[in-house]
């Protein structure tokens, strides 16, 4: 590993944009392995700069068939099969021709048919070795359409699990999965944890004030509704933004901000966003309780004990103007919503900036974790996650974040955590000292060098014997 003119093609049958582990799969292959790297992806979203930038990693954008999601839901199951043949014959085109012959194929699944088929027969042809790096099982994805009992979801699962036991060698996301593989599946595979690279970072003071100029026109535009984030960013000086001011080139927080609550979502059906909205409108109805309830002279004093809340939800999906709709009908006092997607550049400062991240991914499989409470971390950012079975791998309940299971639980850490923001929120800032702990023991570039980079080096050396 390391010699000149090695070579490795990285698949994903996906957005390459939406699609950061890879991304940072073909960094470190370049940086760290020094290999000429091809990615075969579909466009959609722009990559990292680092990965558009960097001279040894060459991008294949594959056209993906959208004229197939034209047709009518009752031919499903055919529709199925028919975006299944053209991805292969694309994927065949690019693998087998398009793409320089590589040492080694490293493909995401899912989703795996016909990913894992299409990348066995090209390192079969061009005698290359064939990692797999297992996010999630494709089947439980699609048995949430289907259900688990469906034939599809039957011959799916074991294609996925045949042409997953024909690879050189695997890699996996958590020791659950890794025991899952092993115990189930007679795959061996290594733990690779997701890790934030860099550029997933605490931001700035004057980084945080220049993000809030450059979105301050996506935070004008209430979804549907006229609400207190409206009301005060009329009322704002040029030299301002909801959450910083800045007098005579010195910029500070203001003390009477929101408090700032981020979530990623690919809005997709394995993420309950009406959690969210449920705990919001209890946050909203407790503080407008609380403060109706209080006599005059402690109405002030009530008003600043809990902060308004405004929850910027990033990512794209299917079920996004399905929730756009719920929200306009919320009618709420010290809560709102902004829905936008960033860059790739802008998505690290958000997460650098906010007061506490809301994860809602519960995991097909049960077996995969969510990379973007990793990128939280990463940021010293604290995380109210839903719980399930293996997310107290990454999330340590009470030390770098909380786990819930419903709404109402949700309602109750908003409002432990934001008592007396911003300057007396001692639980709060208790969790982001844990989340800055585990945010700087560990970055992307060391784990893939300890983990995945001897893997990529046995698995090509015995490929070339």
């Not at 794209?316 to 829905?339: C, D, Q, S």
Request: hydrophobic share 40%; net charge neutral.
């Amino acid at each position: 590993m390391g010699k000149r003119g090695g070579r490795a093609c990285v698949v994903v049958l996906g957005d390459l944009g939406r699609s950061p582990r890879m991304q940072y799969h073909a960094l470190s292959l370049a940086r760290q392995a020094s290999l000429q790297v091809d990615i075969v992806a579909y466009g959609g979203s722009i990559p990292h700069e680092a990965v558009l930038k960097h001279p040894s990693i060459h991008i294949h954008t594959m056209a993906q068939p959208r004229f197939i999601n034209l047709l009518p839901k009752i031919l499903y199951p055919v529709t199925l099969l028919l975006k299944a043949f053209i991805q292969f014959t694309m994927l065949l085109w690019f693998l087998f021709v398009k793409v320089p012959a590589p040492d080694i194929f490293l493909v995401q699944n899912p989703p795996s048919v016909p990913t894992l088929i299409a990348v066995k027969w090209a390192s079969s042809w061009r005698r290359a070795a064939f990692v797999v790096d297992w996010h999630n099982f494709g089947y439980t994805l699609l048995a949430l359409s289907l259900g688990r009992n469906n034939v599809f979801v039957s011959l799916y699962r074991w294609f996925e699990k045949r042409y997953g036991k024909m690879a050189t060698g695997s890699l996996c996301v958590t020791k659950a999965m890794q025991h899952e593989l092993e115990q189930n599946w007679g795959v061996s595979a290594k733990v690779l944890y997701d890790q934030p690279p860099e550029f997933f970072r605490p931001a700035l003071l004057e980084e945080r004030h220049e993000l809030f100029c450059r979105v301050k026109k996506d935070l004008c535009h209430p979804i549907g509704v006229y609400d207190i984030i409206s009301r005060e960013l009329e009322n704002q000086e040029l030299n301002e933004t909801l959450f910083t001011t800045k007098r005579n080139d010195e910029i500070s927080l203001k003390q009477n901000r929101p408090a700032l609550v981020v979530s990623s979502t690919s809005w997709t059906p394995d993420e309950n966003f009406g959690i969210l909205l449920e705990a919001a409108v209890m946050y909203d109805r407790r503080v407008a309780a609380r403060s109706e309830g209080s006599d005059t002279a402690e109405i002030s004093e009530e008003q600043h004990l809990y902060p308004n809340l405004l929850f910027i939800i990033t990512g794209k999906g299917p079920e996004k103007e399905m929730y756009e709709e719920k929200i306009k009908r919320l009618n709420l006092k010290h809560v709102a919503f902004r829905t936008m997607w960033l860059s790739a550049e802008d998505y690290p400062l958000l997460l650098g900036s906010a007061d506490l991240g809301v994860c809602l991914h519960t995991s097909s499989s049960g077996l995969d974790l969510p990379m973007k409470v990793v990128d939280m971390f990463g940021c010293g950012l604290p995380v109210c996650s839903v719980s399930y079975s293996c997310i107290q791998e990454l999330v340590k309940d009470g030390q770098n974040g909380l786990l819930f299971s419903s709404s109402s639980e949700l309602a109750d850490q908003l409002l432990i955590l934001f008592k007396g923001f911003p300057g007396n929120c001692d639980a709060l800032m208790s969790l982001k000292a844990g989340a800055m702990e585990t945010g700087s023991s560990g970055r992307w570039a060391t784990e893939w060098e300890d983990c995945a980079k001897p893997l990529i080096t046995q698995v090509v050396s015995q490929n070339a014997d």
